[in-house]
Each structure stands twice: as structure tokens, then as C-alpha cells.
């Protein structure tokens, strides 16, 4: 997998096995327009590199997120994701992109709300972190970071410049990982919003090899671009 790829899959890690933002997994059917509702290179903010991501990088990170969300202990045990998010991503129906700054990495999702099992609550999914679930402690019990011991503290963002969403649910999360003798403090924004038949993920994390604080207002700018998006096809 490609350095790219795999800081990628670590950030959507991050979204699902802690800050739980998508609802239940994907199924095989839908359309496949949500493809063409990503975000392209000339639609992004001045400065960033989309990456192409091949058939078999998406499929090892799908590999890597199911392995490391289905063995996840979160404390209190009413904050944990409800299973592997993600059972799998078909490049034919789910849009997916991912670009780089020189400081941050952003990431991005579009898949038709009617291939989540279950549906998409985000009033459900925003009890999970607040409250008692501001602060939450992660074990990572499988995966390319078994053992991690995880603390994690999330604040809602507030985004109600963005108009066309049905649903939006904005997350900041700042996380410290302790790893056998490694450890390190990442900062994460994840937005989730359900507009027009599809729901929309987008992230945003440091570059590998910045520091500093995560800018809000970019990533209200380039999530607000997505969901219009989304919201005019």
C-alpha cells in the first residue's frame, strides 16, 4: 500500500472506530452516480493534490478498516461504534477521494443513503460524542495498531454556514496513542452530512509531516463545497 493509502486508512480509522460517524455498513446495491459527486482537483481550495487511489490500494484500506473497527473496546461501552463500519468500498458505486498540502490531508466519501443498513441518524450518531461520550478510552485489540490504548476527546464544530444538508454533523476529536513505547497526539475534523439521497464524509488531518493546528474554516469551506455538490445532482 502506498504511504498515501495508508495515512488515509488510518484517518478513516480514526472516523469509524472512535468518533463513529457513519451508521451501520454498506450493501451491494445503489446507483452509481455518487462516483461522479466527488470532489475533483479544480473544485478543492488552492493548494491541494488529489491522489489517485487504485482498485487494490481502496481494497487494502477497506481490509485494514474492517480488521481494525470489529475488535475496538470503548469505554463507557455506550460510545462504541455499533460494528465494523465499513464491510467494503465498490469503486463502481461509492465516490471516494483523497488529497494532500503541504499541511493537511483531506479525505472524502459519497455514498447513496439507501446502501447504509439501517440508515443514517446523526442525532443518534452525536450522543456518541458528547456528553458522557465527550471523552472517550479506546483499545485496539486487532489491527495495524493492536494494542494502542487510545484517549479521545471530541467537540462539535459548528457549521451552519452549510445550507443543503438534511442532516450535518460536525466533529473535531483530538486523540493522545500510547503504543507499546511510541506515542503521539493527532487531531481529526470529521464532517458527515446527508443531502439529496447520499451522505457525505469528509476529513481532515495534518500532513504527515506538519504541525499545528487543523484550520475549521478551510474544512467548513471544502465540506460545504462537497455537500453542494451532493445537494445540486
Same mark, same amino acid.
Given at each position: ?44 481550495? =488552492?493548494?491541494? #493534490? ?16 474492517? =480488521?481494525? #473497527? ?146 475549521? =474554516? ?16
Amino acid at each position: 500500500m502506498s504511504r498515501f493509502a495508508t495515512r488515509l486508512g488510518t484517518a478513516l480509522l480514526a472516523a469509524t472506530a472512535i468518533t463513529a460517524l457513519a451508521t451501520g455498513c454498506s450493501s451491494d446495491s445503489g446507483g452509481h452516480s455518487a462516483v461522479d459527486l466527488v470532489l475533483t482537483q479544480s473544485e478543492l481550495p =488552492d493548494g491541494f #493534490t488529489v491522489a489517485k487511489l487504485g482498485k487494490d490500494e481502496l481494497a487494502q484500506v477497506t481490509d485494514q478498516l474492517h =480488521d481494525s #473497527t470489529k475488535n475496538v473496546e470503548t469505554k463507557p461501552a455506550k460510545c462504541a461504534a455499533p460494528g465494523s463500519m465499513v464491510s467494503s468500498i465498490d469503486a463502481k458505486t461509492t465516490g471516494v477521494m483523497a488529497a494532500t498540502s503541504a499541511k493537511f490531508a483531506i479525505s472524502q466519501s459519497v455514498q447513496p443513503v439507501d446502501q447504509v443498513d439501517g440508515g443514517v441518524d446523526l442525532a443518534k450518531t452525536r450522543d456518541r460524542v458528547t456528553g458522557k461520550c465527550a471523552q472517550v478510552h479506546v483499545t485496539v485489540t486487532s489491527g495495524p495498531i493492536k494494542g494502542a490504548e487510545i484517549d479521545v476527546r471530541h467537540t462539535i464544530v459548528n457549521a451552519s454556514d452549510i445550507d443543503d444538508a438534511d442532516q450535518l454533523l460536525v466533529v473535531e476529536s483530538t486523540s493522545h496513542t500510547v503504543n507499546g513505547a511510541k506515542s503521539g497526539t493527532k487531531d481529526l475534523i470529521v464532517g458527515t452530512a446527508v443531502t439529496s439521497g447520499f451522505v457525505i464524509t469528509v476529513e481532515m488531518t495534518a500532513a504527515e509531516d506538519s504541525s499545528g493546528p487543523l484550520d475549521r =474554516d478551510l474544512f467548513t469551506t471544502v465540506l460545504g463545497r462537497a455537500v453542494e455538490k451532493a445537494a445540486r445532482a
